[in-house]
């Protein structure tokens, strides 16, 4: 059974930090690239980082570039997304995702809210 389990969502002033982490199991988990996307209220559900498999390379979306960055260790079945400098408009339920070919996982997502 394919579970991704997020965690280290919360409450964070403007300027703060916290590191989100997602536990997989039930696939191969060094074989799919891994993705965090998060969606805001009334909004779609967009890309926030990717790493590869390896952990190799990596992509952000523009608007946390400089502050966020994507991690994964393979041998404990878990990527990590560290959020820096969170702003207000971070405000979003964050998603852990598993990705190889058509084979597409989803975690339930992990609430972060960023508000003084």
């Known amino acids: 059974q394919v579970q991704l389990v997020e965690s280290g969502g919360g409450l964070v002033q403007p300027g703060g930090s916290l590191r989100l982490s997602c536990a997989a199991s039930?696939?191969?988990?060094?074989?799919?690239?891994m993705n965090w996307y998060r969606q805001a209220p009334g909004k779609e559900r967009e890309l926030v980082a990717g790493?590869?498999?390896?952990?190799?390379?990596?992509n952000y979306a523009d608007s946390v570039k400089g502050r966020f960055t994507i991690s994964r260790d393979n041998a404990k079945n878990t990527v990590y997304l560290q959020m820096n400098s969170l702003k207000p408009e971070d405000t979003a339920v964050y998603y852990c995702?598993?990705?190889?070919?058509?084979?597409?996982?989803w975690g339930q997502g992990t609430q972060v809210t960023v508000s003084s």
């Open positions: 995702n598993g990705r190889l070919l058509q084979y597409d996982y």
């Open positions: 039930g696939f191969t988990f060094s074989n799919y690239g």
């Open positions: 790493i590869t498999s390896s952990g190799g390379s990596t």
